[in-house]
C-alpha cells in the first residue's frame, strides 16, 4: 500500500507589510545570511530586507541571481554563501529565484526564508526546485528533505508587481484543482511522494473556487496597485492554496505540457511559467473529454485576465506538426507526471494540443467578433 502523504513549509506569513517583520522572524536564528535577489528584486525589496535583517543583528552576503534556475546557478551561489558562512537562505523575488534558494539551502543545510516579490507561481511553498539548462530548457525537479521554514508574502509589493505576473501566478493556481483530482481519481502519485490526503484535495478545491470568485478583483486591484481582501484572498489561492494543493495533491498533464513546451526554441521562451501552464490545463481538459461548457469557462476565464489560449498567443502560430510532437514526446517521456493521471502516448497528447488551439480559436471565433 502506497502510504497518504501531506507536506508544507514551517510558517506561513501573508500580509500588507509583512517584510517589516522579517527580522523578527528570524532573531536568535543564526547570525549571517545569504540574501538571493535579481537586479529588479533588489530595488524593489532586497535592501530593505538587509536593513531589517541588521537591526536583529544578522549580517546579510548579498547575490544577485543572473535569471535562470539552473545547476551552475546552484553552485555558484552555494559556493558565495558558504565563504561567508551563511546558514540562513533567503531568497526573493520570482519563481526561478525562489527555486534557486531552495537548492542552495539544502546545500548548506541551512535555514529556508521565501519572499516572494509577486504571486506568479506556486514555488514559495514547496520542498522542490524545477531545474533548467543554462538556456531555459527543463532538466528535472530536485526534491527536498523539507519544505521551506519561513514564507513571508508582502501584499503591497505584489500589489505593485505587473498585473501580467499575477494572472500568470493565477493560471498556475488554476491548474492545481484541475492536475490534483484527476491524480486522485486514478490513485497516482503526488510531488510529496505518496498519495494524496483529504487535507490536498480539499485545499487544491478551494483554491479554484476561490479563483473563479475572486480573480478579476484581484487583478484590478494589481492593475490599480493597491491592497484589497480579494488580492488577498487570490495571494493566498496562488500562492499557499495552490503550493500546498499541487505538491500534496498532484501533478498531471497540464505541467507535463508546460515542460513540453520548453524544448521548443524561439519567441516561446517570453511567455511566463504560467501562461505556458495555462495552455496545458486547456490540453488536459481536452484528454479528460470535458464538456463544451466547461471548456469554454476556463477559456473565457483566461482571456478576461489577458492570458493565452492558442498556439499563436503562445507564439506557436507556424509551429509544424514535428514541433508540436517534440513539445509531446517532451511531455510523456517515463518520468513525467502525465503518467500519474493517464495512460497516454505522445501522438495522443499531441492531437490533444492541436485540439485544444482549434478549441479556443473557436470560442475567440464565436464570442469575439
Ligand atoms: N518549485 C516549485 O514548486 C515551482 C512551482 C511553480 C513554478 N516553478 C518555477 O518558477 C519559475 C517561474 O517563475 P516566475 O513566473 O515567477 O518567473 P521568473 O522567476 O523567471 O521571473 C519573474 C520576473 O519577475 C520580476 N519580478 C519579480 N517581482 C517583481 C516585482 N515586484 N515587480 C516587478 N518585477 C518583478 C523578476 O525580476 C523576474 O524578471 C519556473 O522556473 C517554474 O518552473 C517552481
Ligand atoms: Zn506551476
Not at 530593505?48 to 539552473?70: M, R, Y
Request: negative net charge; glycine residues 8%; proline residues 2%.
Amino acid at each position: 500500500m502506497v502510504e497518504r502523504v501531506f507536506i508544507s513549509p514551517s510558517k506561513y506569513v501573508q500580509g500588507r507589510n509583512a517584510i517589516d517583520k522579517i527580522g523578527g522572524y528570524l532573531k536568535g536564528i543564526a547570525k549571517t545570511a545569504v540574501v538571493i535577489a535579481d537586479q529588479t528584486v533588489w530595488k524593489i525589496a532586497g535592501h530593505k530586507v538587509v536593513h531589517e535583517l541588521k537591526k536583529e543583528n544578522i549580517s546579510a552576503e548579498e547575490v544577485v541571481f543572473n535569471g535562470e534556475a539552473s545547476r551552475d546557478e546552484f553552485e555558484r551561489i552555494a559556493g558565495i554563501a558558504r565563504n561567508a558562512g551563511a546558514t540562513i537562505v533567503v531568497g526573493i523575488g520570482g519563481g526561478k529565484t525562489l527555486d534557486t534558494a531552495k537548492a542552495v539551502s539544502d546545500q548548506l543545510n541551512g535555514y529556508t526564508v521565501i519572499v516572494p516579490t509577486t504571486a506568479s507561481t506556486d514555488a514559495p511553498t514547496s520542498a522542490l526546485s524545477v531545474v533548467y539548462s543554462n538556456e531555459g530548457v527543463f532538466e528535472n525537479y530536485r526534491f527536498y528533505k523539507k519544505n521551506p521554514d519561513l514564507v513571508l508574502v508582502d501584499t503591497k509589493i505584489i500589489a505593485e508587481a505587473p498585473p501580467r505576473l499575477l494572472a500568470s501566478g493565477i493560471a498556475d493556481a488554476l491548474a492545481t484543482w484541475v492536475e490534483a483530482r484527476s491524480v486522485i481519481s486514478k490513485g497516482g502519485k503526488t510531488m510529496a511522494g505518496g498519495v494524496s490526503t483529504i487535507a490536498a484535495e480539499a485545499i487544491a478545491e478551494r483554491c479554484e473556487e476561490v479563483l473563479f470568485e475572486y480573480a478579476h478583483l484581484a487583478y484590478k486591484s494589481v492593475q490599480a496597485k493597491v491592497v484589497t481582501p480579494a488580492l488577498e484572498a487570490v495571494v493566498e489561492a496562488n500562492t499557499l492554496l495552490s503550493g500546498l494543493g499541487f505538491e500534496s495533491g498532484g501533478l498531471a498533464a497540464a505541467h507535463a505540457i508546460h515542460n513540453g513546451f520548453t524544448a521548443l526554441q524561439g519567441e516561446i521562451h517570453q511567455l511566463t511559467h504560467g501562461e505556458k501552464v495555462a495552455f496545458g490545463t486547456l490540453v488536459q481538459l481536452t484528454l479528460e473529454k470535458r464538456s463544451l461548457e466547461e471548456i469554454e469557462q476556463y477559456i473565457g476565464f483566461y482571456i478576461s485576465l489577458g492570458l493565452p489560449v492558442t498556439l499563436e498567443d503562445i507564439k506557436l502560430a507556424g509551429a509544424s506538426r514535428e514541433d508540436i510532437i517534440k513539445v509531446a514526446e517532451a511531455a510523456s517521456i517515463e518520468e513525467e507526471t502525465i503518467h500519474n493521471a493517464f495512460q497516454i502516448t505522445a501522438d495522443e497528447v499531441a492531437d490533444a494540443i492541436i485540439a485544444a488551439d482549434q478549441y479556443a480559436r473557436a470560442f475567440k471565433e464565436k464570442y469575439q467578433q
